[in-house]
């Protein structure tokens, strides 16, 4: 099977986190991560520990632990110690095990005239482990310290990070013959979206395998908005309108971001021009859902859509679109529309900044501020004072450090009545 066919139809059910946990955790059991498929030991380690083969005990591990990551890049090796394997459990470890280590060492010609307080860990297995450390020599050296001196196939530290402080709770395997290998994988554990890819296939393929990868996800309710702003933004550019047209009931049921940053990447006028064709029924569902939405379209389309779509837009949420149109001419233009501007009204009474504000940007734009006041000037004569003074009081807050604010404030004063 090629590659594409074997994500796009395979099926496979992989053993989840919880379920591994659940399997494992009132055992001995440990699991190892490894990049390779191969639990031994790398003679050519240059890690200032042990060397050996370093695990995690499942037992110790929280029930939202991650055994086997994001990728399939890597394996994880499930294990137990064989009967008759000489542990070192430094949980255990007591004052007659250490007399008896550190005649071993010296025995053998170990320097064992030591100052312990310099023993990270001030117990018995913490002045053992800086025994060997201070004899260690090198990663290879240290195994055969602890192996073939002390005699030891494993070493298990329960939580007080002796063997190294980063991982409290682990285990390191001296001896390979130990390990009994309960169960071994490459689990990929990323979601489907996010092993798609099609950008690499000859464009004459690309649509074929994008609807049986979508018709599969969708067989199984994987199926989101951001696989098809994947798979949109990977598709040759003749390809988006068919892929609108295959897709389009799935579309429905997603967000507009399926079109975010469309001139970025390359989608732009082939898709922008056609819109209220080939487009019009995701359009007309996705802007009546939220008129926010037309912020995802290229800047010169916008006001055509809401002008083509307004009469479908919902009225209480309308006013609030202001400030997601790019355009500040648009904006002004938006603010005339009929079904808009009642809805403009009753804000302009309450709260003026929630208009006057998306006409600021990065700087106060008192031409387009003076526009939008003669846009409302005949409801906002109508005003009570109580109402008038509120607007008064937005505007004079600029009057102090804006260089142009006394032109605005005449302009706000004479249409007040306050001058």
Known sequence: ???????????????????????????????????????????????????GIYAYPVRYQTTNVRFTGDTNTGFVYFFKLKPGTNLLDLGEYNKTAFDNDIKKLKDAGYNTDLDFSDSKVDSFPGNLWFATYKNRGNANKWNYLLRKVLGYDAVLDRGEGIIHNNEPAQIVVLNPTSIEVLETGMYDKRTATQRFDVAGMKKENQLKYVDAFVNNLKNNEELNGYLLIQILHQLHPDNYKQFIENQVDNIHLMDLSLFADAEVTGLGDEMTKNVLVWLGPV??????????NV????????????????KSFKEYSSIYAIPYI????????????????PWVVNELKSDPK?????????NLNIDKMIKVLEIFEPEITKFDTKKKQIIFKYFNYFNDYIEESPRLMKKVSSLLGLE
């Open 326 to 341: 790019i355009n500040l001419d648009d904006r002004l233009e938006y603010l005339q529309l009929s079904n808009v501007k």
């Open 1 to 51: 099977m090629r590659f594409k066919e074997f994500y796009i139809n395979e099926d496979r059910k992989y053993p989840t986190d919880q379920e591994l946990y659940e399997k494992y955790k009132d055992n001995d059991v440990y699991f190892s991560y490894r990049s390779i498929d191969k639990l031994g030991i790398n003679p050519k380690s240059r890690f200032d520990t042990p060397n």
């Open 283 to 292: 359009v007309e569902h996705l802007l009546h859902n939220n008129i926010k």
């Open 354 to 362: 929630v208009i006057f504000n998306s006409f600021k940007t990065t």
């Open 295 to 310: 912020r995802y379209f290229p800047e010169k389309y916008q006001i055509e859509l809401i002008k083509h779509y307004e």
